[in-house]
C-alpha cells in the first residue's frame, strides 16, 4: 500500500466519538513513545500529527483519513506521570470506552519504545487488547537509537516480557525508515477488509 493523501479529520476530547463508514486503525502506546512520528512517518508528511519532546501532550483522540479511504486513530499516551490521578483515571476511561465501543476498529498497534523495558501499563494494555478479542499488533519505535546488537537484545527482552515471538513484532524507525513496508502491509490487511 502506497499512502498518497492523508489529512487531519477531527479531534475528540469526550466520548462523543467520530462516526463514519470507514474502518479504523488505532495506535496507542505509552507518552513519548514515538506515535505521532510514526503517524508522520506513515503519511510520509512532517508535520500531519504534532510531535514534541515533552510527554503527555495527545490529550485527544485524533483522526486522519488515509487515502480517502480508512481512518488511522492516535490514541493518547498513557503512563505520564506529570498529571493528576483523576486525569490519569479519566484518560484511562476515555481510552477504555473508545476501544471497546467503535464498530469500526480492526486493528491496534501497540506501540513499545525500543530503549525501554515494557511496563505493567503496557502489559495491562496488551492483556485488556487480547481479553477484549481486538486484533492487536505490536510494534517497537525508535530502533535507530540503538547498534543492531543493542536492538536485538531490547527485543528478546520484550518479546520475553510480553509473551511474543519476534515475528509478532514490526520494528521500526521515522528516522531511518524502518519497517514501513510491513507496518503499511499490516495496516491495509486490516483497515482495506
Known amino acids: 500500500m502506497q499512502v498518497k493523501q492523508a489529512q487531519f479529520v477531527t479531534s475528540v476530547a469526550d466520548k462523543n466519538f467520530y462516526k463514519s463508514d470507514y474502518n479504523e486503525v488505532a495506535f496507542v502506546g505509552r507518552s513519548n513513545v514515538g506515535k505521532s512520528s510514526l503517524i508522520n512517518f506513515i503519511a510520509n508528511r512532517k508535520r500531519l500529527a504534532k510531535t514534541s519532546s515533552t510527554p503527555g501532550k495527545t490529550k485527544l483522540i485524533n483522526y486522519y483519513l488515509i487515502n480517502n ?92 516480557r510480553l509473551g511474543l515471538s519476534k515475528k509478532d513484532v514490526i520494528l521500526t524507525s521515522s528516522q531511518d525508515r524502518e519497517g514501513l513496508e510491513d507496518l503499511l502491509t499490516s495496516i491495509e490487511t486490516y483497515a482495506l477488509k
Open 69 to 160: 479511504s480508512f481512518l488511522l486513530v492516535d490514541l493518547p499516551g498513557y503512563g505520564y506521570a506529570e498529571v493528576s490521578k483523576a486525569q490519569k483515571t479519566n484518560w484511562g476511561d476515555f481510552l477504555e470506552e473508545y476501544l471497546k465501543s467503535s464498530k469500526n476498529l480492526k486493528c491496534v498497534y501497540l506501540l513499545l519504545d525500543i530503549r525501554r523495558t515494557p511496563t505493567a501499563q503496557d502489559e495491562q494494555m496488551l492483556k485488556f487488547l487480547y481479553f477484549n478479542r481486538i486484533s492487536t499488533k505490536v510494534v517497537v519505535t525508535k530502533t535507530d537509537t540503538l547498534s543492531r546488537s543493542q536492538v536485538f537484545n531490547n527485543l528478546m527482552i520484550i518479546c520475553s
